[in-house]
């Protein structure tokens, strides 16, 4: 029979194997979800929904509204526009107010400022410029924590972006279909960039909303496109309905001045294109346009859960 220190330190043996094992478990299971425990612990909570979260040295502010019943929510994460935050998008748009009654999470994502930019301007790389950010492994990763952190839905996430966040939403729909399966558009070209690797793309489905006076978003319709980079608009679509083999299924006015026009096939996957008689560059303003953008966009997202 053992006695004294060598029976105290066999004793310890056990204790020791399972502390291994259970730190060998949180490595791997953290890994598994796309983040490391530095993503976990560089988290810093503000109040109930607001908290910073910090990638590749770079720090992000993340705003998140809840349904009742969070459990197996889809996310829609909020991609603003240049210059913009993740609050100033949450307060201007109110997606939230209608998404988190229809059963949706949503999480306004504040970008980083360009250090092209000697404004110091907060976005997103897009696939524009020479910027080395890599945001679509941080909005990846920030998925993934989400879903692990309030026990969201891990099938199904969406993108809606403005403007900037848009451009950064045709990137997601091309590079990380994987994670971002349905994404929405709103004023937002594709980037000369992301267009000449689009062959990477598998099937996606997206809703593009364009106006019919955005100067930033190349069109075939009024010849803008003849003198840009990016591709026309028209051609992106066609593109994203090649790609997930649809046909036409239907147009129809929306508002006073929309015009919808829905692709469809035997499954979910689908394209739907919103042209706006008169629109600029903008988030549709309901008094002017007749159209309630926010559900239209989560009546969209309904054909995708």
């Known amino acids: 029979m053992q006695t004294g220190p060598k029976r105290f330190i066999h004793s310890l043996i056990p204790v020791a194997l399972i502390i291994t094992a259970c730190l060998l478990y949180r490595f791997v299971f953290m890994q598994g979800k796309g983040y490391d425990r530095s993503f976990a612990q560089s988290v810093q909570e503000t109040d109930e929904t607001h908290f910073t979260c910090t990638y590749a040295g770079i720090t992000h502010d993340v705003i998140v509204d809840l349904p009742e019943e969070a459990k197996n929510a889809p996310l829609i994460v909020m991609l603003h526009g240049y210059g913009n935050s993740g609050e100033s998008f949450r307060l201007e748009t109110g997606f939230e107010k209608q998404a988190n009654p229809a059963g949706y999470a949503v999480a306004y994502v504040t970008g980083s400022a360009n250090p092209e930019d000697p404004t110091s301007a907060v976005g997103w790389n897009s696939g524009l410029g020479d910027s080395e950010t890599d945001d679509v492994a941080f909005l990846k990763t920030l998925v993934k924590y989400l879903q692990d952190r309030y026990s969201l839905r891990r099938d199904v996430t969406f993108a809606v972006g403005f403007s900037n966040g848009a451009f950064m939403a045709h ?135």
């Open 171 to 305: 990137r997601l729909a091309v590079e990380a279909s994987d994670t971002f399966p349905a994404v929405v558009c709103v004023a937002g070209m594709m980037p000369e960039s992301i267009w000449e690797e689009k062959d990477m793309i598998k099937p996606v489905s997206v809703f593009q909303v364009t106006g019919e006076k955005d100067d930033l978003v190349p069109k075939n319709a009024d010849g803008s496109a003849k003198y840009a980079k990016a591709p026309a608009i028209e051609d992106v679509i066609a593109f994203y309905v090649e790609t997930d083999g649809l046909t036409l299924t239907g147009e129809e006015a929306t508002g006073k001045k929309g015009t919808l026009t829905k692709y469809g096939g035997s499954g979910t996957k689908c394209v739907w294109d919103l042209s706006i008689k008169d629109g600029r560059h903008s988030w549709p303003d309901e008094g002017i346009t007749g159209i309630d953008i926010n559900a239209l966009i989560i009546a969209f997202l309904d054909t995708q859960k």
